[in-house]
T-cell receptor
Framework: EAQVTQNPRYLITVTGKKLTVTCSQN?????MSWYRQDPGLGLRQIYY???????DKGDVPEGYKVSRKEKRNFPLILESPSPNQTSLYFC???????????FGPGTRLTVL | EDQVTQSPEALRLQEGESSSLNCSYT??????LFWYRQDPGKGPEFLFT???AGEEKEKERLKATLTKKESFLHITAPKPEDSATYLC????????????FGAGTTVTVRA
């Protein structure tokens, strides 16, 4: 089954404790992206990647890092999480940057 | 900066009561406008892509249209299963590959 998976689905952590949210897709897609979703603000793009070793900033990249060492994986790293990063995070992939995106199930992160 | 505004924020409909959702956008050249559906607790699911003014696409009870400044998602004779949040997103024809989303319209259809 073609899908985008994210782990963990739920995470509660404390300020400053480094964490990684994993994202993996099995569709051989080149384009992958991370979004955060907050009430009233909609989905905002954090980072995206055109292919292996190619990443670029979205609209809200501050406080986040990404890497793309393999085509199927695109982890999101929070080096020092803060409470304002409490949000619902989605990973997405597509066959190209202008094509429909397939979204993962989401990761709900709470930073205390 | 690309801007996408969706209205209304929420829409409550009776089953069978047709209505329209609006997505107004400001971009420096539109490459594509996307509509997604999002159910509670799930990731968005793709519905349509529109590329140029005058274009229309249909899927079951949904029809999306595009002008130079806005897009409409028409819901004809909705059913309770059409209840969801509908998201609009635009991609500009610039050198980057960002996708900008609106805040969404939450549609509730009562039986």
């Amino acid at each position: 089954e073609a899908q985008v998976t994210q782990n963990p689905r739920y995470l509660i952590t404390v300020t400053g404790k480094k964490l990684t949210v994993t994202c993996s897709q099995n569709m051989n897609h080149e384009y992958m992206s991370w979004y955060r979703q907050d009430p009233g603000l909609g989905l905002r793009q954090i980072y995206y990647s055109m292919n292996v070793e190619v990443t670029d900033k979205g609209d809200v990249p501050e406080g986040y890092k990404v890497s793309r060492k393999e085509k199927r994986n695109f982890p999101l790293i929070l080096e020092s999480p803060s409470p304002n990063q409490t949000s619902l995070y989605f990973c997405a992939s597509s066959s190209g940057p202008y094509n429909e995106q397939f979204f993962g199930p989401g990761t709900r992160l709470t930073v205390l | 900066e690309d801007q996408v505004t969706q209205s209304p924020e929420a829409l409550r409909l009776q089953e069978g009561e047709s209505s329209s959702l609006n997505c107004s956008y400001t971009v420096s050249g539109l490459r594509g406008l996307f509509w997604y559906r999002q159910d509670p607790g799930k990731g968005p699911e793709f519905l349509f892509t529109l590329y140029s003014a005058g274009e229309e696409k249909e899927k079951e009870r949904l029809k999306a249209t595009l002008t130079k400044k806005e897009s409409f998602l028409h819901i004809t004779a909705p059913k309770p299963e059409d209840s969801a949040t509908y998201l609009c997103a635009v991609q500009a024809s610039s050198n980057d590959y960002k996708l900008s989303f609106g805040a969404g319209t939450t549609v509730t259809v009562r039986a």
